[in-house]
């Protein structure tokens, strides 16, 4: 047996314990398909592939079958929002599924509608979590799997770190994938060793080819090291990890007095969300699509994680699932394995 042997690649008929994890705004199909293609898995972001891309779902999802025939998965985020836009996600799901993707990545929210839509169909459902209290939640709603988002990730990163989060979530008895600080392949066959069953990246697959970023936002990934990545509420409402840039030093990393009182307002609350959400998603589609954030004046939030510290070139995505894997696979033959894997 190798480190590329996990329950995740067994559960999803992979080759490579790897996930390109969702990225609103920097999953386009061509990458999502690259990562597949080269044995791992993308995963769809639908708001992405939609509104920052322009397909239409059903019609970007064929787009990458066009290139691979490989698994693919889709995030779902499914806050406690609109209406309209559950109904819609809804809808994404069932697109998805005729469009035969069977792996599902949930955030936020409650999963269980999800898992009742896809699993009579053979869907797999793992859900993000930052914490027990989570992932009881979700496995309640019958998910398969964790994403287990620590402190250093890209994105909304969590409390805890790579380390805490397994040993938090291990007696749990379903496969937990570490998505956080992995940039490089020895950290990739670290993970593996400590236990986790995969691993979900998503700064070190900015820095392909593939990904639609502008090229700026994929040159500041390479050039920053860890100290650059700091933590700002000024986007969402709740601290997201972003590249320093000169704007980002300039407007500060606290959410404004009046938006923090509204933020904490139980009627204003999910109001204040709504515009957040909004605003945030034309920000980064923006600040990720345009370049220039080295200029002092410009408006630029580049999400990006501790992983930065490990990337020092943009490279194909294939090339970058192949060098992991190889390099799991060395490392299975002198096989110390820490633990089984969960
Ligand atoms: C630019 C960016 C956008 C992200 N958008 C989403 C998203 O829309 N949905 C989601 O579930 N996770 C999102 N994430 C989290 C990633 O899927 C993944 O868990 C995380 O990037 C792993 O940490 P890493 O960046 O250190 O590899 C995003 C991460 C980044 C860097």
Redesign the pocket.
């Known amino acids: 047996m190798t480190l590329l042997d996990t329950p995740l690649t067994r559960q999803l008929g992979i080759e490579v314990p790897l ?1 390109c ?7 386009n199909p061509e990458l999502v398909a690259a990562v597949s293609a080269a044995g791992g898995i993308g ?1 769809v ?1 639908p ?2 592939m939609i509104y920052v891309y322009g397909h239409d779902l059903r019609e970007g999802l064929r787009l990458i079958r066009h290139i691979t025939d490989k698994p693919i998965g889709m ?1 779902v ?1 499914i806050e406690r929002s609109s209406k309209l836009y559950l109904d819609r996600m809804r809808s994404w799901v069932d697109v998805a599924l005729e469009e035969g993707v069977r792996f599902f ?1 949930t ?1 936020l929210g409650n999963p269980r509608w999800v898992v009742e839509r896809v699993a009579p169909v053979g869907g797999i459902v793992y859900h ?1 979590v930052t914490e027990r209290k989570w992932a009881e939640k979700g496995l309640a709603g019958g998910v398969h799997g964790l ?1 287990a ?2 402190d ?6 969590g409390p805890r770190s790579a380390a805490q989060l397994r040993d938090e979530l291990a007696d749990l008895g379903v496969p937990l994938v570490c ?5 490089d392949e020895a950290a990739f066959v670290a993970a593996l060793e400590a236990g986790y069953a995969g691993v ?7 820095a392909t080819d593939e990904c639609g ?1 502008h090229a700026d936002y994929k040159q500041a990934i390479v050039a920053a090291s860890e100290s650059d990545i700091v933590l700002t509420e000024r986007v969402t409402g709740v601290p997201l ?1 972003v590249i320093r840039t000169p704007y980002v030093e300039r407007i500060g990393l606290k959410a404004g007095p009046i938006a923090r009182w509204l933020l904490r307002g139980r009627r204003t609350k999910h109001w204040m969300r709504t515009v957040y959400a909004l605003r945030s998603a034309w920000q ?1 589609k923006r600040a ?1 699509l345009a370049g220039g954030a080295r200029e002092a004046t410009s408006k630029d939030y ?6 930065v510290a490990g990337i020092d070139s943009v490279e194909p995505a294939g090339v970058i699932v192949r060098r992991f894997a190889a390099a799991a696979l060395s490392a299975s033959g002198t096989a110390k394995t820490a633990r089984p894997r969960a």
């Open positions: 996930i994890g969702a990225m609103y705004p920097c999953s995963v972001q708001l992405s995030n985020l990545v955030s993000d994403i988002v620590n250093r990730a890209g994105g909304h990163a998505a956080g600080g992995v940039g979900q990246m998503g700064t070190r697959f900015i970023a990890a980064l990720s580049w999400q990006a994680g501790k992983s």
